[in-house]
């Protein structure tokens, strides 16, 4: 027979289907609807900048106001509130800066209203997990500058940032090696620049460009348990 399931436009329903052999799949309905005339979104990306930051980009086919809603990552598609004044939106390329996030993984659902009232279908994009390995934004006032010595190389999760923001980096010896404890600092790159110790393989983007170094050595093994004993007297 016919089965009927009301559902809103730009909106989603779950629903079960059960066999004759009492099998059961699920599926998800989700109608999309972009009224005449209204903008066109394309394009979403999110990289992260720190635990709770993270940038936000996005194309509109036309100028207008957007607004947005912040969910848990996988969570039901929510309804944008677009009654308010909303954020100035351009025809092309928008960024939006979070800086209230936790550390997961977020969706964001991004909607944009032109001047005539028209409103797009709702953009979703993915706000990867801080320190995911999937974020590596290259935007920022200063670079960070990699001088490894033979012996291992250093990584950092982005090549440029701005004051304040976290910069992790990951330190990676060649077999037979092993970094020299306490050796994996930061220098300001200007004449007599200031060299300051990263500890916990994470620090704060000062104001100015930084490169990065260590030392290496090799790789010592200690020795555990019994290393001698005496015999009749004798060690």
């Not at 635990?51 to 848990?72: L, M, P, R």
């Not at 620090?203 to 100015?208: E, Q, T, V």
């Amino acid at each position: 027979g016919n089965v009927m399931c009301g559902i809103s436009p730009n909106s989603s329903k779950t629903f079960t289907v059960t066999a004759e052999d009492d099998s059961t799949k699920t599926y998800t309905v989700e109608i999309k609807y972009t009224a005449p005339n209204a903008p066109t979104l394309s394009g979403g990306s999110a990289t992260r900048s720190s635990k709770t930051a993270a940038t936000v980009k996005f194309t509109s086919s036309e100028a207008g106001n957007y607004f947005y809603q912040v969910v848990d990552h996988g969570a039901a598609v929510p309804t944008v509130d677009t009654s308010k004044s909303g954020t100035s939106a351009v025809k092309g390329e928008n960024t939006i800066t979070l800086s209230n996030l936790t550390e997961d993984a977020r969706d964001i659902y991004i909607v944009v209203k032109n001047a005539s009232g028209g409103e797009s279908a709702a953009l979703k994009v993915e706000i990867p997990a801080y320190g995911s390995g999937s974020e590596t934004p290259d935007t920022g006032k200063f670079t960070i500058t990699i001088n490894a010595p033979k012996g291992g190389t250093i990584t950092t999760n982005r090549t440029k940032a701005d004051k304040g923001d976290e910069i992790i980096v990951t330190v990676k010896p060649d077999s037979g090696y092993q970094m020299v404890e306490g050796s994996l600092t930061y220098s300001l790159a200007v004449a007599g620049g200031e060299k300051v110790k990263i500890t916990g393989n994470r620090f704060i983007m000062p104001a100015g460009n930084v490169t990065i170094t260590c030392k290496w050595e090799t790789a010592t093994t200690t020795a555990k348990g019994i290393t001698s004993f005496p015999i009749n007297g004798v060690a």
